[in-house]
């Protein structure tokens, strides 16, 4: 039973262009959702992250958004950039769980020149 | 800036034998957490600790058992490898308390079982 669901396994965009990556969840109980970023051969990252109260959150190129009610959040990156080409995680827990994380397949990347 | 490590980044092992993989944070965190990585499948949570000595299993369990003698410390130990146990091995680790923390991860274990 997938609760976190990235039904793209790839994503192609121009450098310049914004990258929209979307994940989709089951659960809801989930109140806390992160964004990772994944090079070959490296752990991943940790992006950004948002919190159920929110439905918005930036930082830098990069932003979140949280729809509740859907049971959907997307990763904007404005503007992509060759160096974002990797594979993207979304994640959710929620505070029963102390920090456990339900990790989604991933969307690769690609931002090409 | 948080440091996991991760002791091997590639290891080769053959069925049967009992295999350690270990992981040491160096920022005082509680939680320690072992995934597993798969194409197509994301990562999974195998086993964390919340503590020293403690221990919970993931999602997928099986075949795996940890150790946690020191806080900076979280051992994976494959009792019996087999060959559906080759994939990529990550751990990571967070502060305690409530779940807005992200969790911080090593550079993994490539593990290949022959």
């Known amino acids: 039973d997938q609760q976190v669901k990235q039904n793209s396994p790839s994503l192609s965009v121009q450098e310049g262009r914004i990258s929209i990556l979307n994940c989709d969840y089951t659960?809801?109980?989930?109140?806390?959702f992160l964004w990772y970023k994944k090079y070959p051969a490296e752990g991943p990252t940790f992006l950004i992250s948002?919190?159920?109260?929110?439905d918005k959150n930036e930082d830098g190129r990069f932003t979140v958004f949280l729809n509740k009610s859907a049971k959907h959040l997307s990763l904007h990156i404005v503007p992509s950039q060759p160096g974002d080409s990797a594979v993207y995680f979304c994640a959710a827990s929620w505070s029963g769980t102390a920090s456990k994380l339900t990790f989604g397949t991933g969307t690769r990347l690609q931002v090409t020149l | 800036d948080v440091k996991v490590t991760q002791s091997s980044r590639y290891l080769v092992k053959r069925t049967g034998e009992k295999v350690f993989l270990e992981c040491v944070q160096d920022?005082?965190?509680?939680?320690m957490f072992w995934y597993r990585q798969d194409p197509g499948l994301g990562l999974r949570l195998i086993y964390f600790?919340?503590?020293?000595?403690?221990?919970e299993k993931g999602d997928i369990p099986e075949g795996y058992s940890v150790s946690r003698e020191k806080k900076e410390r979280f051992s994976l130990i494959l009792e019996s490898a087999s060959t559906n146990q080759t994939s990529m091995y990550l751990c990571a680790s967070s502060v305690a308390g409530t779940s807005n923390q992200p969790q911080h991860f090593g550079d993994g274990t490539r593990l290949s079982i022959l």
């Open positions: 600790s919340y503590d020293v000595k403690m221990k």
């Open positions: 920022m005082d965190h509680e939680n």
């Open positions: 659960n809801s109980m989930f109140d806390y």
């Open positions: 948002i919190s159920s109260i929110k």
